[in-house]
């Protein structure tokens, strides 16, 4: 009768979706389910009594603990093994006759990666694919990006608000050998000053008023595995970076409240829109932390500086934008385009975005208004009709882009570019209303035989 309520037990252990471990108190593996089989790649019939620290010497802190404190449970402790890693958790068993042996319970990272993102809004979604643009300096961008994606150094991104920042950072994450792993993004400007140090490292049960019952797990733990992003680390505390330094150097974090520190294996990607150097000699920045964090800089190019992907651009958020409103896809002036593209656009993709979309919902129209005020190297009349320039820089591109054969060629691509998005709307429009000429020349804005007229210039047929 023992023997089969035994049996009748380990079916159910064995069913099981986590695996199961059971090990004395000398750490030796006194049973496995068929999970923990899968997972360790070794049979009951082969432990013999195998030392669990031999497959996790890392649990040998968190084991310590248990015994020294007199603990019954630790969790979401995160330990690894060749070309896998775990989060398991560990509870301390006593015996009828007072001794004692732990159970664990061991889960598979990759299969917690869903469940993470379902719980966070920070975790990479792009790719270099989501980068929209072919000029020359955002091309060198994802060029250097994709070349140190599968390395583990520090990478320090830096560019105007709005350029981009966290697209490359992400891009970078799903390009690397971590990228089944999760990408956990921190915006350090967001965060109060009081709160983070346990908003990146987690905090123990009791270690303040108002901790929660159980601790709290920090953002570094949870990337584990994975990738950090620390946005606005320009905003970060000085008492702060000195922990972040501690991090970097040693790879370990000690939670709020606690005294044992946790190894952890996490890139770490920084981003900031201000000038570190000149922070430092504020003393508002770390210089060792700087050095520590700009191993490979990477810089996001202003959109003022790849005008030459402002036509790309638009025609890309005329699509989406088009798609979102449930609209069709308007035409855009000639006016208007060149406006755009003469424009610096101080919010650079972000506020051309925000533009286009206005347009969308305006047919074509704008009530956008472009402060010229803003840029340094060009200013618009009031009627939008020519450019004057204010900037005596030999070195500006914008002021010298008449000047030589090279820019002549770029303006002609800027015109061709201009005239394909032309020519995809008229006939997206067309198709959107079914060949019915009135409705489509209404939306866009224009009379019935200029639309023929056009139609007839591109080629497209009703």
């Not at 199961?20 to 068929?34: E, G, R």
């Not at 070349?147 to 891009?171: D, F, H, M, R």
Request: with cysteine.
């Amino acid at each position: 009768m023992e023997s089969l309520d035994k049996d009748y037990y380990k079916h159910i252990i064995d069913s099981l979706e986590n695996g199961i471990l059971t090990i004395t108190k000398n750490f030796k593996i006194k049973f496995i389910n068929n999970k923990a089989e899968e997972l360790l790649k070794i049979r009951m019939l082969d432990i013999n009594r195998v030392d669990i620290l031999d497959i996790f010497p890392s649990l040998r802190l968190s084991l310590d603990e248990m015994i020294k404190n007199n603990e019954n449970t630790i969790e979401n402790i995160n330990i690894s093994k060749i070309n896998n890693s775990f989060n398991c958790d560990l509870i301390k068993m006593v015996l009828p006759n007072g001794d004692y042996e732990f159970i664990m319970v061991l889960k598979e990272r990759k299969k917690l990666i869903s469940t993470l993102n379902k719980l966070t809004t920070s975790y990479a979604v792009y790719t270099f694919d989501n980068i929209i643009g072919q000029s020359p300096q955002i091309n060198k961008v994802i060029n250097d990006a994709k070349k140190i994606s599968k390395s583990p150094s520090t990478v320090l991104i830096t560019g105007e608000s709005g350029c981009g920042k966290e697209l490359l950072a992400q891009s970078i994450h799903n390009y690397s050998l971590r990228a089944c792993e999760p990408f956990i993004a921190v915006n350090c400007g967001a965060i109060p000053k009081s709160l983070i140090e346990s908003e990146l490292f987690g905090y123990e049960e009791g270690s303040f008023t108002g901790a929660k019952k159980g601790g709290k797990t920090g953002k570094f733990e949870l990337a584990n595995g994975g990738t950090i992003f620390l946005d606005e680390i320009g905003e970060m505390p000085l008492e702060m970076q000195v922990h972040l330094l501690r991090v970097i150097q040693e790879g370990k974090i000690t939670r709020v409240g606690g005294k044992v520190p946790i190894e952890i294996d996490v890139r770490i990607i920084a981003a900031t829109n201000k000038d570190l150097k000149e922070e430092i000699k504020k003393g508002c920045f770390r210089n060792d932390l700087f050095y520590r964090l700009n191993v490979i800089p990477l810089q996001m190019p202003p959109l003022k500086d790849r005008f030459g992907d402002i036509p790309i651009l638009i025609d890309y958020f005329l699509n989406i934008k088009s798609e979102k409103l449930n609209k069709p896809i308007p035409i855009i002036s000639n006016k208007l385009l060149k406006k755009m593209i003469s424009y610096c656009w101080p919010g650079n993709i972000r506020e051309l975005e925000n533009c286009v979309e206005n347009i969308v919902n305006l047919n074509g129209e704008t009530s956008y208004e472009m402060n010229f005020d803003e840029c340094t190297c060009l200013k618009y009349d009031n009627l939008g009709n020519e450019i004057i320039h204010t900037c005596d820089d030999e070195n500006c591109i914008t002021c010298n882009q008449s000047k030589s054969k090279e820019e002549d060629c770029q303006q002609e691509v800027l015109l061709s570019t201009l005239l394909e998005i032309e020519q995809r709307t008229i006939k997206n429009t067309v198709d959107y209303f079914k060949g019915n000429m009135t409705k489509a020349a209404e939306s866009l804005g224009i009379s019935r035989n200029a639309l023929y007229n056009k139609m007839k210039r591109y080629g497209i047929a009703k």
